[in-house]
């Protein structure tokens, strides 16, 4: 039995108070996991897990154990660096996080182009319009705009993102083109639920923030959505520049209110504050940092 790899199979399961899930973070099956599991206990001589049907828990030995593995698995990997510096070939696995809309397009390119550079590093992409917990679920990365909101993760900023408001010319032609954020309320807003304050929209006027109260009959959690129904006709929108830039130079979408744009948002990388960040991290968010400001 491989010790080192066997404790990255039960530090994964114990984060994941799943052998299924901690299994499919080990690129294991769940039987070979929870084998890798028995093996370990069976050599320290000690249950590590309490097991039921339904659940999977820490016995007080296990998060002993556990909180123990953590920094050892991370000196391992810095170890392992300290090799891989040398060779200059990097390997491993990346496990990375973005909402699905960016994640989907906007940063397949550049993920693209750094496994080109490095065809031993193999990436994990999880994608979700909900923040995914990074340290509980053992992310290295996760790609977020806005600012940082957990003070135990660390983040770089990667570029600005103008937040831009737009509808349609269909949809201005039948309800008109509203020039002052108050007129909005005579329009049907299309409700991008992410946001922290999804029913205000914030404008930028004579350098003062004013919030303005808007409804409609559409929210959604992904900006490509609010997007997609803006250029039916369906209302206005609001949303990253990145979901609307290809529509607004093709015609379909017209951008509103642009002199009264707040500060553009910024995209971050975003990883644990206390975790080693490994060669192949390191090399991906400059990686990142670099395409995005290019």
């Known amino acids: 039995m491989d010790t080192i790899e066997a404790m990255r199979v039960f530090v994964n399961v114990a984060r994941q108070k799943s052998f299924t899930q901690g299994a499919k973070q080990s690129d294991l099956s769940t039987k070979l996991a929870s084998k890798y599991v028995r093996q370990l206990e069976a050599r320290l001589d000690a249950q590590l897990f309490y ?9 007080e030995t296990g998060r002993a154990y556990y909180k123990r593995c953590q920094p050892i698995l991370e000196q391992f990997d810095e170890l392992e660096d300290l090799v891989q510096d040398r060779q200059k070939e990097l390997s491993g696995t990346i496990r990375l996080t973005a909402s699905t809309g960016f994640g989907s397009k906007e940063l397949i390119e550049p993920l693209l182009s750094y496994q080109k550079q490095h065809p031993e590093v193999k990436v994990d992409l999880r994608l979700s319009d909900n923040h995914i917990a990074v340290v509980e679920e053992g992310v290295d990365i996760a790609i977020r705009f806005g600012k940082l909101q957990d003070s135990n993760l660390m983040a770089r900023k990667l570029k600005d993102m103008r937040v831009v408001f737009f509808a349609s010319p269909d949809y201005l032609s039948l309800n008109g083109l509203p020039t002052h954020p108050e007129e909005l309320v005579d329009h049907n807003c299309l409700l ?28 959604a959690d992904s900006p490509r959505a609010i997007t997609n129904m803006s250029r039916g006709g369906l209302g206005i929108g609001i949303g990253p520049y990145y979901a609307v830039e290809n529509h607004v130079k093709s015609g379909e ?18 990883y644990p504050e206390n975790r080693h960040l490994t060669a192949r991290i390191r090399a991906l968010i400059d990686h990142l940092v670099a395409w995005f400001n290019d």
């Open 253 to 270: 979408l017209t951008l509103l209110f642009e002199e009264m744009e707040v500060e553009p948002m910024g995209l971050y990388a975003v």
């Open 51 to 59: 097991r039921t049907t339904r659940s999977v828990t820490l016995t």
């Open 192 to 219: 991008f639920r992410s946001s922290t304050d999804s029913k205000n929209w914030h404008f930028n006027l004579n350098g003062q923030i004013v919030s303005c109260p808007v409804s409609g009959t559409f929210n």
